[in-house]
Every structure is written in structure tokens, then in C-alpha cells.
């Protein structure tokens, strides 16, 4: 069968991405979601990403991991994921859309999309570093010289040893000035450093916040594919209105010849 597909990044977080909304994709098919990201054997990227029907809003995002396997909110995948729906023509400038996490809002601006993201009000501190869920589960540690860090090492040990098999994704932060860090994280399902992570700066923000590193609302991250601000406001112990903001951006279009 002949797929059409086509290929965004924000910050360089990859996805490949598919208008599923006649269901023509078969979604429990792990192998061909591995191997459609594979960056040898196939399209290549951090993730693939459906685009559906939904009943109470704009189109459906469903959320695949490189390793073939549905998982939890992917936020870089969002913002992807509202520029493709505006280049459809399924949204106009503004719109709701449905995920794993529920509902999200989102703007388009030319290149630049601003996804609200779900309410956080648990943030885990512990000795050395947080724990959050932005809707996807992220480990936040602060370290030294973080470009020399080795994150393939140290975040996989941390993604299995402390989280298990379930597994959690892993920030390594450093702070930059008052209201901005670099961040470089480890995913899980991808098994690797990505060039960002959405929910991962989102939860790097907050996190910094509720550890006093920062008292600003508005956080800016480096990534090593690029800038994303993220604003929220803390109300009784609770984050919420919480935006991740930064370019999303189609690379190219095609087709793929593949055995469904
Ligand atoms: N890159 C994503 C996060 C994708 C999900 C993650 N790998 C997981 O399985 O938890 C983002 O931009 O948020």
C-alpha cells in the first residue's frame, strides 16, 4: 500500500505525520509505526502522529513513540500537530483538539504555535531532582557543564533504575540566567537524546518555579533544536494556564510504499 505522509519538526523533535481522518491507518500495527520512524530503514523521526475525527472538537491527535508503541501526551507533537491541521484547512487561527491528556487549546501565527498545555498540581522534589506529569511523565535534574553531560548514559540509567519499566522521560537542566535554562532530554520510546521535549521543558519550567530557581511566570529553554517560552500561573498550590510556545515547521511530504 502507498502511504501518504508527511514530516514536521518543532525544535527538532521529529514527527512523521498522517491524515487518518478516513481511518485508513492501521493503528495497532507496532511494527509499522518502528519502522516508518526508523532513520535507516524508513521515513525517520521521534514519533508519528494521527490526525482524526473527534466528536467534541477540532481533529483527534493519537500518539505513537519511535518504538512503534502509543503513549502519552507528546507536546513539540501537538504544536505539530496544529500546524498540520491549519495547513489542511481542518482550523483557521485558533482551535480545540483532543489527546490522550483531554483537551488542549492552541493558536497558529505563522510559524509559531502557542498549545495550552493540562493543569498540573503535584510536583514531586526530592534530594537531587523533580518529578512531574505534564502529561507525560518527566524527571527533572539539575547538573553541571550539562553540554558535556553525558544524557544517553546517565538518563537511561535513570529512566529504568528509578522509574522502571514504565519508565519516565529525563531532563538535565542548567540554569542560564534568571528566567532561562538549557535543557537536554533523554525520552522514553525514542531510548535516546531528542532535540527537545515539549512536555519536558514545560515540566522544567514548572519545576524550576516550585524550587525557587526561578520566580518568573514566563521561562525561557534552549534546546539544542531551538527556543521555547513557556508561561502558566501558580494558584493555590496549582499550575495552570499553561502555554508551550515555539515554532512548528513542515520539512517535506511523500509517499511510502509499505505491506499493511
Ligand atoms: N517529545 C514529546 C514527548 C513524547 C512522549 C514521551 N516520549 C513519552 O513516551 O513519555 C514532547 O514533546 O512532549
Do not use: W
Amino acid at each position: 500500500m502507498e502511504l501518504q505522509f508527511f514530516k514536521y519538526q518543532g525544535t527538532g523533535n521529529d514527527f512523521v505525520i498522517i491524515d487518518n481522518r478516513q481511518d485508513i491507518f492501521p493503528k495497532n500495527n507496532t511494527k509499522l509505526v518502528a519502522e516508518l520512524c526508523d532513520r535507516r530503514f524508513g521515513i525517520g523521526a521521534d514519533g508519528l502522529i494521527l490526525l482524526e475525527n473527534d466528536n467534541v472538537s477540532d481533529f483527534k491527535m493519537v500518539y505513537y513513540n519511535a518504538d512503534g508503541a502509543e503513549s502519552t501526551m507528546c507536546g513539540n507533537g501537538g504544536r505539530c500537530l496544529v500546524a498540520f491541521a491549519h495547513y489542511l484547512g481542518v482550523i483557521e487561527r485558533k482551535t480545540t483538539f483532543n489527546a490522550v491528556d483531554g483537551l488542549h487549546e492552541a493558536t497558529v501565527e505563522g510559524d509559531i504555535v502557542n498549545l495550552k498545555m493540562i493543569d498540573v498540581d503535584k510536583i514531586h522534589e526530592k534530594q537531587n531532582h523533580s518529578f512531574l506529569d505534564t502529561g507525560s511523565p518527566h524527571h527533572v535534574q539539575l547538573v553541571k557543564e550539562l553540554e558535556k553531560f553525558d544524557v544517553q548514559k546517565e538518563g537511561k540509567k535513570l529512566r529504568y533504575g528509578i522509574y522502571g519499566e514504565s519508565g519516565s522521560n529525563i531532563n538535565f537542566v542548567e540554569q542560564t540566567s534568571d528566567n532561562a535554562f538549557d535543557v537536554r532530554t533523554y525520552e522514553r520510546g525514542v531510548e535516546g537524546e531528542t532535540f527537545s521535549c515539549g512536555t519536558g521543558v514545560t515540566a522544567v519550567a514548572l519545576a524550576m518555579h516550585e524550587s525557587g530557581k526561578t520566580a518568573a511566570n514566563e521561562v525561557h529553554i534552549h534546546t539544542i533544536g531551538g527556543d521555547l517560552t513557556i508561561s502558566f500561573e501558580k494558584k493555590d498550590g496549582k499550575y495552570s494556564n499553561i502555554f508551550l510556545k515555539g515554532p512548528a515547521i513542515q520539512v517535506f511530504k511523500g509517499t511510502i510504499e509499505c505491506s499493511i
